[in-house]
Structure formats: C-alpha cells, structure tokens
C-alpha cells in the first residue's frame, strides 16, 4: 500500500506535473538524516540548495551524484519561476537548506508558494530541527514555545520586538548570531528582566554545549569567554505577574507621577520601575526605547 507521499508523486507522474520535496537536511552530525531523505535525494532530478559546497559534502558523503542549483535570498526572486517551470515540465525536485528543514528560518517561500499558486505537489520530507532540538535538552518549559527566528540586527528594532514579547508567557526560543549574542543577552536582560534561560550552541556537532542559569549569569558568563558557532537561545516566558502588569509604559507612569506628586525626573523614575516590577536600569532602558519608537 503506498504512503501518501508516494501516492502524490505517482499521481504526479501521472499528469506530468513533477514535485517539490522539502528535505531536512543534518544540523551538524552529517548521521542525522532519515532514510527517506537519503531516498529522495537519490531520486530528484536536481537539488536546489542554500550552498552548492555545503550539500556537495553532505551528498558525498552518502555517494550521490546530482545536479546542483543554488537557491539562497539573493537570487529566490528570479530562481524561484525558473524552478517552478521545471516542476510543471515534470522534474522533481530537492528543496535544501545548508542545515535542518528549509523554508523555516531560511530560503523557500517564495517557491512553496508559487507551486501551491500552479497546483505543483509539495512534499515535506521532515528531520533534524535545532529548535525542538535545543528546546528538547533545555530543561525549559516545553508544552508551549514561541519561535521567533533570528531577532532583528539592528539594536533598536531588535528592542521593540523584545518590548512586544515581554508579557509572553510561554518559552521564547530564537537562532542568535555569535558576534551578537551579548547585545541580545543585554537586551533581553534589560527589557524582560532577568529570567531562565539557556544557550544551545552547536548542537549534534563535537563542540555541543548548553550554558544554563538566569538572563544575567549567561551574559556574565559569556563575557568572559565570548561563545562561537551557531547559537539557539532559550528565554523563559512572562510570570502571571507580568503578564497582569498595567499596560501603561514607563514614559506615562513617569509624567503621571511627576504631576500629582510634584517631584523630579530622577524620583518618578525610581516610583515607576517599582510599580511596574523593573529596576531603574529596565525601566531606564524602556523609557529610551519608548522614545526610539516616537522618534522613528
């Protein structure tokens, strides 16, 4: 009896349409891949990959020879149609990212989405996941998370989303570049407080390692020994009593004070972050970051 999978690509077959496979590829140990990737790569007329020399090494090493095209950001735009003109003449092919299941974090909407616009198959072909992975060995919460990708670059735009995830209950997980990661611990330190969290660095590769303790102790830690490879990080989420904190931001608690109780800057300041469970630095930090956002 055939899988459904199958079904799909023999009834593709069948009308001459091919089909896109999304295939996870290893995270790092080149052994974690599925037999039924291996397969589908086997069978694809062509794959399309984030780095050509990167899936080049991952297919040596399993002995399969296959023609190679490059689908990354800079060139979805126009590789994406060539593709999806391929796939309606029939091809099937081999969607891969350079690590774990394309599209998610990575290159590959713009295609998916064209093939379900001209009705072409698309196939997910599921593996490795640094995500669930580093979520898994965590020790954080797990019945709920948030995935937000990597957060913004840029240090005030990477704020305001901080900002909006504040009052998130559940285990905020996101990738973090290593030149960025103490910004992002400084950030997050500032504007959530100082909550669990955990670093999973390389993960499934032969330098693995999960540093655990509070948003504070890994930037401390971290500091002293500046961490390299690629970087998942685990924040735990909003406590209830967060989450029922006034809505008001720190600028209007601060003017509020200031003009029933007729004191300085400096002393709202101090009022306002006790009110709202920051300390002056946290509230400090919100008040600028509030003012970013007016000014942008």
């Known amino acids: 009896m055939l899988d459904w999978a199958a079904a799909v690509t023999k009834k593709s077959k069948l009308d001459g349409v091919g089909v896109l496979y999304l295939v996870a590829t290893p995270i790092g140990n080149l052994e974690d891949i599925t037999l039924r990737a291996l397969r589908v790569l086997k069978e694809a007329d062509l794959v399309a990959c ?16 296959k023609r190679l095209v490059s689908y990354h950001e800079h060139n979805e735009m126009t590789r994406a149609p060539e593709l999806v003109i391929e796939l ?15 599209v998610v974090s990575d290159p590959g909407h713009r295609l998916v ?38 957060l913004p670059p840029r240090r005030s735009e990477r704020q305001q989303a901080l900002v909006r995830l504040a009052s998130e209950p559940r ?11 103490l910004e992002t611990l400084e950030d997050a330190l500032g504007l959530l407080g ?6 999973a660095r390389e993960v499934t590769k ?24 690629e970087i998942t990080l685990l924040i ?17 608690r601060i003017e509020q004070i200031m003009r029933e109780q007729d004191v300085d800057h400096k002393a709202a300041l101090k009022q306002a972050a006790k009110e709202l ?5 946290q509230a400090y930090e919100r008040l600028l970051l509030n003012r970013t956002s007016l000014n942008s």
């Open 236 to 252: 735990g989420g909003a406590t209830e009593a967060v989450t029922r904190r006034p809505a008001a931001t720190v600028a209007e």
């Open 206 to 229: 032969v330098h693995e390692e999960f540093v655990r303790g509070s948003l504070a102790e890994l930037l401390d830690r971290l500091r002293k020994k500046p961490p390299q490879g």
């Open 50 to 65: 984030e780095d050509t020399r990167r899936t080049q090494k991952l297919l040596n090493h399993y002995g399969i020879r």
């Open 88 to 102: 309606e003449q029939g091809a099937r092919i081999a969607l891969v990212s350079d690590a774990g299941m394309p």
């Open 171 to 181: 285990t905020l997980v996101c990738y973090e570049a290593p030149h960025r990661i």
């Open 277 to 281: 469970g920051l300390t002056r630095r």
């Open 194 to 199: 100082d909550r669990p969290a955990v670093m």
């Open 113 to 150: 989405a064209l093939c379900v616009r001209h009705n072409i198959p698309v196939v997910p072909v599921p593996g490795a996941s640094a995500v669930v992975a580093a979520l898994a060995a965590s020790g954080m919460p797990t019945e709920e998370f948030v995935f937000v990708g990597f």
